[in-house]
């Protein structure tokens, strides 16, 4: 079975540029997340997704960034304009669980964005 | 929010050494997840140890959820162990976003 898969791994663009990250969860999986890692900071949370709704989207940062899950299977990231702060890892995971059942996250190679 | 402190922040080893790496949390969680960051990025799931001990190979996890601490044990370390190692905590039931600590950064050595 596949695991999540994220794409592209790298991206290098300059400040004012846009740039859509993508993300495939694991098939089944109704949890999608976004985490990002900024230099030197932890991996924070972004947003929530149940299927196609927005959960919780506590994280993001401003909305320069925007998030969707059309259909409720695949998931994008898109950040625009891209400022210089925004480089980093960015993260996406899944995960099967509903209500108080194990919620364990499954975490893809992430994809480097590097804005110039 | 929850604060999630790992320690060491750095460990180096030499090959077959054992270690034990630690996550102290500030408030009672209901899921927690070790991680390993491998060379291309990837967080591999270890374990999913909100409370107990769970064994996996020459890894095993203890969480003592009443005193809000979780350790990893690596035992006969070898160079693939090298890495960074999360400890990630989901605070309550229906939370579901993980508070990550910053990571141990673990070098095996020849």
């Known amino acids: 079975e596949a695991g999540v898969t994220q794409f592209p791994s790298h991206s290098v663009i300059e400040k004012g540029q846009t740039v859509t990250l993508r993300c495939d969860p694991i098939?089944?999986?109704?949890?999608l997340y976004w985490y990002r890692r900024v230099m030197g900071k932890e991996i924070k949370f972004l947003l929530h997704f149940v299927k196609e709704s927005k959960q919780d989207e506590s994280g993001m940062p401003n909305n320069r960034f925007l998030a969707e899950r059309t259909g409720g299977t695949y998931s994008t990231l898109k950040v625009q304009p891209a400022e210089l702060e925004d480089s980093g890892v960015y993260f996406c995971?899944?995960?099967?669980?509903?209500?108080?059942?194990?919620?364990?996250?499954?975490f893809g190679a992430g994809t480097r964005l590097s804005v110039l | 929010g929850i604060q999630v402190e790992q320690s060491p922040p750095d460990l180096i080893l030499q090959e077959g050494a054992n270690s034990t790496l630690r996550c102290n949390f500030s408030d009672s969680v209901n899921n927690l997840q070790w991680f390993h960051q491998n060379p291309w990025g990837q967080l591999i799931n270890l374990f999913y140890?909100?409370?107990g001990t769970k064994q996996n190979g020459r890894l095993s996890a203890t969480t003592v959820a009443t005193e809000r601490y979780s350790l990893l044990y690596i035992s006969s370390s070898q160079t693939t162990d090298s890495g960074v190692y999360f400890c990630?905590?989901?605070?309550?039931?229906?939370?579901?976003?993980?508070?990550f600590g910053a990571g141990t950064t673990v070098t095996v050595r020849a």
């Open positions: 995971a899944s995960s099967q669980a509903s209500g108080i059942g194990e919620n364990i996250q499954y």
């Open positions: 990630a905590v989901e605070r309550s039931v229906g939370d579901y976003k993980l508070s």
């Open positions: 140890i909100p409370s």
């Open positions: 098939s089944g999986h109704d949890n």
